[in-house]
């Protein structure tokens, strides 16, 4: 795989994707937003649609896949109220994208793919870009990462009909979780807090629409 050279034309791109798309839309965290301006998103999309990579769109990965617009992974990034110091687990690591975006938030970041090809490229892809603080693995997130639990923070980045209960499980004290859920067609962004007693507070944030999470807890199979 060859990382083409960043010039100034994606930087260019990068801080108009910011200051149009984002900051206008209620993206406020700055280091989320420096994050989105720094990281290059037209290295996580074939080259043939590297000139797409800074619009207002969702993009194709492969295998009927999807790098969500950029005000989504904005949303999904800001409503983890990252401070710096976390563990992180992402579910549905795709282009690896999101990854990325995590890593410079936060300490360490594990991700899981389910499908093998985008799990190889996107380790690929974070490995050649330098970016240490990430783990990856190919399987089921669905019921998360037992031997590395508790997290700080956990993101799903796939619809579910209803939020895994392994994942919330694998959430430490006051952790964060955010997950798309809903119908295969439509679903809330949903945000649960472990409170300091243990206990579980579950908000509903903004409409969303993602491909589903397919596990053992999550859809079934990938028929409509
Ligand atoms: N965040 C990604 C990015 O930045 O490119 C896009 C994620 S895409 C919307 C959802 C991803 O979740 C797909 O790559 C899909 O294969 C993956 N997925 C679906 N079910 C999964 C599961 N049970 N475990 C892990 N990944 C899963």
């Keep these: 795989m060859k990382i083409p050279e960043h010039g100034m034309i994606s930087l260019r791109a990068r801080h108009r994707m910011v200051q149009e798309q984002l900051e ?8 989320v937003l420096a994050a989105m301006r720094e990281i ?13 990579a800074y619009s207002d769109e969702n993009l194709p990965i492969g295998a009927g896949q999807t790098l969500s617009q950029p005000l989504t992974v904005a949303r999904m990034t800001q409503a983890l109220r990252l401070t710096g110091n976390e563990e992180c687990l992402e579910i549905g690591t795709g282009s690896g994208y999101q990854t990325a975006i995590l890593a410079r938030l936060c300490r360490k970041v594990y991700t899981i793919e389910r499908l093998t090809g985008l799990a190889d490229a996107s380790r690929k892809r974070l490995r050649l870009l330098g970016l240490h603080n990430i783990v990856c693995r190919q399987g089921d997130g669905s019921l998360g990462w037992p031997e590395e639990r508790p997290f700080d923070r956990i993101l ?12 919330i499980r694998q959430l430490g004290p006051n952790g964060i979780l955010v997950a798309p859920e809903g119908s295969k067609n439509a679903q809330n962004l949903i945000r649960v807090t472990r409170q300091e007693d243990g ?3 579950k908000e509903t944030l903004d409409p969303c629409c993602f491909v ?8 079934q199979n990938e028929a409509p």
Excluded: M, Y
């Excluded at 206008?24 to 280091?31: E, L, N, S, V």
């Excluded at 799903?156 to 994942?167: Q, Y």
């Design 24 to 31: 206008t839309q209620g993206i406020q965290d700055p280091r």
């Design 40 to 52: 290059h998103r037209h290295l996580f999309v074939e080259e043939a649609l590297a000139s797409r």
């Design 156 to 167: 799903v980045t796939a619809g579910t009909p209803v939020t895994p209960e392994n994942l």
């Design 199 to 201: 206990s579980i507070r």
């Design 212 to 219: 589903p999470l397919i596990g053992a807890q999550g859809w």
